[in-house]
């Protein structure tokens, strides 16, 4: 059994099945690019056959990524699988996973197949597979609600076909740490052929559990796979936490005794990285990698940190990517320091073209904030550079009046498509009103679900402003993100933002695992 655990990461695309946290093709590139840095494993970068959009960005991702296992996700049928192999026909390492329901449950009322049609399904499934791609996954949905005896004749036919990781999720996050671990070992103790192929654990947060029955499985299972994502994105409560699986892994090496290829001062980078694309905001006191996870507030604990940091510090700040915000540029720095520091971060834009946007819109960020922090850079590229069918409405200009005592108003000039439209209008707040404003020409219909205002660097009243604003129409919901010093103007950026997403024809198929 190899001593080393293997991380697979499924932001782009299981984590991506939050509402609203939907990436587009560039997006997911810069993700997995960190991805790459972080030295995960296994890259998901999504379900080729949902859309034409995630095979595009499959695609992307498979000719760029050179240093990690490039993996889609494929339902078990030919088309899909099909599907698959051509996004990742230009991979250096490429994995197919595929994957059918096998719970009584799934089987009776999803699949409307019996149990021997699974079987069979399951089995020829992979066996296309395998003639397509040499590293095959295979994972039954709602493993662990699936009935022993028939999850072991399944796990040991698509074995015998070539399958090379079984993963075993726990679809609906029901398990519970010491049943999941013994769960894992007695499939791997039936099924004959088990030591053929490296076991997996995916495992959803419903109960808030899913990091400890991911270890459950490592530990008490001998699982040597984990599927987790950036910031435990994911439907419903997220999935397992990679952050925490790396770092319980690296700080308890006493208790595993299991090594990682993790290079985990890239870890706070790629935490706000998905953070700033998705909308999806980062607790405070989230492990690892919230805001307050190296804060002392207790007098007691300053002073023990001030003698010896080890008194309250398990890990260290810096060895997981946290340091002091550093000042990286001003309005007085050139065009190629821009660039070289877009490099640094990760961020490669298509063209020069869009690095000169890029450069304009950072030069009017630094003429109003003059301190510009590598969170600023991030949330300007990440929120400003729109491409194609997205671009469809645009802010121009935006002007608000608030006394007290007196109702807001705000007058906001917007392009859509080719038609530019002023108006103004008048509401509870500047913000309110900047959205009636907007809405009084789009008349979109949507639902607000969430509207979100969150400091992009802390410590300062400069700070710019980063606001999420969710939005659900016909069954769609969708996040849009702005940034700007201007809290109003970040807020108009964003429901525009959320208003392109919903304008866009791109669908995207859910698939569970």
Do not use: N, W
């Given at each position: 059994m190899t001593d080393k655990l293997i991380i697979f990461d499924t932001t782009l695309r299981d984590?991506?099945?939050?509402?609203?946290a939907s990436m587009t093709r560039d997006?997911?590139?810069?993700?997995?690019?960190?991805l790459e840095r972080l030295k995960v494993d296994v890259i998901e970068a999504g379900f080729a056959a949902s859309s034409n959009g995630d095979f595009e960005a499959?695609?992307?991702i498979a000719n760029v990524i050179k240093d990690s296992t490039v993996c889609s996700l494929a339902r078990a049928n030919d088309r899909d699988i099909a599907r698959a192999a051509e996004a990742l026909a230009g991979a250096n390492s490429?994995?197919?996973?595929?994957?059918?329901?096998?719970?009584?449950?799934?089987?009776?009322?999803?699949?409307?197949m019996t149990p021997d049609q699974v079987l069979e399904q399951a089995r020829l499934s992979v066996r296309f597979a395998r003639n397509?791609?040499?590293?095959i996954e295979f994972s039954p949905e709602d493993g662990y609600r699936s009935d022993?005896?028939?999850l072991c004749r399944v796990l040991e036919a698509v074995i015998d076909e070539g399958a090379t990781t079984l993963n075993i999720p726990d679809t609906v996050g029901y398990a519970v740490p010491e049943l999941y671990g013994h769960f894992i070992r007695t499939l791997r103790e039936r099924v004959p052929n088990s030591d053929k192929a490296i076991w997996s654990v995916h495992c959803h947060n419903d109960l808030g559990m899913a990091v400890a029955n991911s270890l459950a499985g490592v530990k008490l299972g001998g699982a040597r796979q984990v599927e987790c994502t950036i910031n435990g994105l994911g439907e419903r409560a997220g999935n397992c936490s990679l952050e925490e699986i790396v770092m319980a892994v690296k700080t308890r090496r006493d208790y595993f005794g299991l090594d990682l290829g993790i290079d985990a001062t890239q870890i706070v980078p790629a935490s706000r990285m998905v953070a700033q694309t998705t909308g999806f905001v980062v607790q405070p006191n989230k492990a690892v990698v919230g805001a307050n996870a190296f804060a002392h507030a207790s007098g007691i604990h300053q002073d023990g940190v001030l003698k010896a940091r080890d008194?309250?510090?398990?890990?260290?700040?810096?060895d997981v990517g946290w340091s002091a915000n550093k000042i990286v540029l001003g309005k007085l720095s050139g065009r190629n320091a821009f660039k070289q520091r877009l490099q640094e971060l990760g961020i490669?834009?298509?063209?020069?073209a869009d690095v000169n946007a890029a450069f304009l819109k950072f030069k009017d960020l630094a003429d109003r904030k003059s301190e510009i922090f590598d969170e600023d850079i991030l949330a300007l590229v990440g929120n400003d550079t729109r491409t194609g069918e997205q671009e469809h409405y645009r802010l121009v200009a935006l002007s608000q009046q608030s006394e007290m005592g007196e109702r807001p108003q705000a007058s906001v000039t917007f392009s859509a498509g080719t038609q530019e439209h002023v108006v103004t209008s008048s509401g509870n707040g500047p913000v309110d009103a900047s959205i009636k404003a907007i809405e009084s020409v789009v008349a979109s219909g949507a639902e607000l679900l969430l509207y979100s205002v969150n400091a992009i660097t802390s410590g300062s009243t400069e700070s710019q402003g980063e606001v999420t604003v969710r939005l659900q129409l016909g069954g769609r919901v969708v996040n849009g993100v702005g940034s700007d010093p201007d809290i109003v103007v970040a807020s108009a950026k964003a429901y525009l933002a959320a208003l392109n997403k919903l304008h866009s024809k791109n669908e995207k198929v859910a698939a569970q695992g």
């Open positions: 984590g991506e099945q939050s509402p609203g997006e997911k590139l810069r993700i997995a690019r960190q499959v695609k992307a490429a994995r197919i996973h595929t994957f059918i329901a096998t719970s009584a449950l799934h089987m009776e009322k999803k699949l409307r397509l791609c040499g590293d022993v005896d028939f008194t309250y510090e398990i890990m260290r700040a810096e490669t834009l298509e063209s020069e």
